[in-house]
């Protein structure tokens, strides 16, 4: 406006000399003609000023958390324009507001700032871009009546993190909601897992996709499927997801073991490991090779189907732990001469962890290309890595039983029992056949 009124005034004189009337009506002209040059500026300015009056005066009023009505009845938090501050939502915002859609302020680097742990019922929609930051100890808790889409892109990823980029600075996201609805891609949760993890899954009927996710900065666990949950977990798919920087990256039972495909990424966390309780699994399922071992917490039962162990894969077992193929189960555990399967002890010690045992009768039961580290039973019988029991089958071949306590198979009935072998191999491990009492036995070449 400054230059507007220098540009004029020469001709504000002129009209106090005695033109008033003419240079008046000139000026109406000029101004005209001006105004059509500056393509309307004045009047966007003015414009623009008074939506920002009362954008600010309705920010007043509601303490940074408007809402700007949508169709459908869906609500999202209104920033005026230009604004860089991000808009708080306070602790009842969404059981205010049960129908939301978070959107990305284009001005601001943070859209959103969560001063608690917020509980939302409703439906939650976050779009892609989108920038959250939680206050300490704040997070998200999806109860079981909510649903939710996080739907960012790879250019523009939805980011969850913490105020302070420190470890655990807020708990993170706690789902209990049953829809089908529910997805998470190409979202990040940065520095959470204050509580537990940063992503938590907690219901019986939980259900959840995961796509091109990244969780990392957790102070505990990048993310946990808990004891709870459905045991198929159908309901919950990981794809292409990345687990990095935390302390460990996942926690789940091994009755959830189809969670798990070769897509995702579990290195460069403090731990690296899947922190895998022990349980009992059903039905058909593969036990994937990923770039860290699984840690089998404790004892591992497998009932019925069909189990595939994939070349590659690497299980740890704790102290005195056992793994137990039930009757109706088959078990097809065969890896290759460039990648075997390992089954070690959590520490390098014979004897550490027990054995397998096979109480199968499947034809399908194979052991192949494997390396059995560390087991054998120490104070009782039958001390073998893997124990055969009677009439069951088992075709084992390629096979290395390394710092095995005592015996590398241990079979409970010879005559009975249905047992191929070819190129087992011993290394720091006394013997190859016991018997269930713990006594050496030949096993004759016509079975081999």
């Not at 995961?210 to 900065?217: A, I, R």
């Not at 078990?331 to 089954?343: A, Q």
Request: net charge negative.
């Amino acid at each position: 406006m400054n230059t507007f009124q220098l540009k004029f005034k020469p001709v504000l004189i002129l009209c106090l000399i005695g033109f008033v009337v003419a240079s008046c009506g000139n000026d109406e002209k000029s101004e005209s003609s001006d105004s059509e040059k500056d393509s309307g500026k004045v009047e966007q300015t003015s414009i623009l000023k008074n939506d920002k009056e009362n954008k600010d005066s309705k920010l007043s009023k509601k303490a940074n958390s408007r809402i700007a009505i949508e169709e459908d009845d869906e609500t999202s938090p209104e920033s005026p324009e230009g604004n860089t501050a991000p808009i708080a939502l306070d602790c009842d915002y969404f059981r205010k507001n049960p129908n939301t859609v978070l959107i990305n302020n284009l001005d601001s680097t943070v859209d959103y700032m969560i001063s608690c742990m917020t509980r939302i019922d409703g439906k939650l929609i976050i779009e892609e871009g989108v920038v959250i930051a939680f206050d300490q100890d704040a997070g998200m808790y999806f109860t079981d009546k909510s649903t939710f889409k996080m739907q960012g892109t790879a250019e523009k990823p939805i980011i969850l993190t913490g105020k302070e980029q420190t470890k655990g600075f807020w708990n993170g996201v706690l789902s209990k909601s049953s829809s089908s609805n529910n997805k998470m891609s190409h979202v990040t949760i940065d520095y959470a897992g204050g509580s537990k993890a940063a992503l938590e899954i907690d219901n019986e009927d939980s259900s959840l996709k995961l796509e091109h996710c990244t969780l990392s900065n957790s102070k505990n666990y990048g993310m946990i499927v808990h004891d709870n949950v459905g045991k198929d977990v159908h309901n919950i798919f990981m794809e292409n997801c990345t687990f990095t920087k935390n302390k460990i990256p996942f926690k789940t039972d091994a009755s959830r073991l189809r969670l798990f495909n070769g897509t995702n990424s579990f290195s460069g966390n403090d731990e690296d490991y899947i922190d895998l309780n022990g349980g009992t699994l059903y039905g058909d399922a593969t036990w994937a090779n990923l770039n860290v071992p699984y840690f089998l917490q404790s004892d591992f039962r497998y009932r019925d189907g069909v189990l595939t162990v994939e070349a590659g894969t690497e299980i740890v077992m704790p102290a005195q732990s056992w793994m137990h193929l039930q009757d109706k189960a088959s078990l097809v555990m065969v890896g290759t001469e460039e990648d075997p399967i390992i089954i070690r002890g959590e520490h390098d010690v014979p004897g550490f962890w027990n054995q397998l045992t096979i109480d199968s009768s499947s034809p399908l039961n194979e052991i192949g290309h494997v390396v059995f580290k560390n087991a054998g039973q120490t104070t009782k019988k039958p001390n073998g890595a893997v124990f055969l029991k009677r009439s069951k089958y088992l075709k084992i071949h390629d096979v290395v039983f390394s710092k095995c306590f005592a015996y590398g198979v241990s079979i409970q009935d010879l005559n009975k029992s249905h047992l191929e072998y070819a190129n087992l191999k011993l290394d720091n491990t006394s013997k190859l056949f016991s018997d269930w009492r713990g006594q050496e036995i030949s096993v004759p070449d016509n079975l081999q």
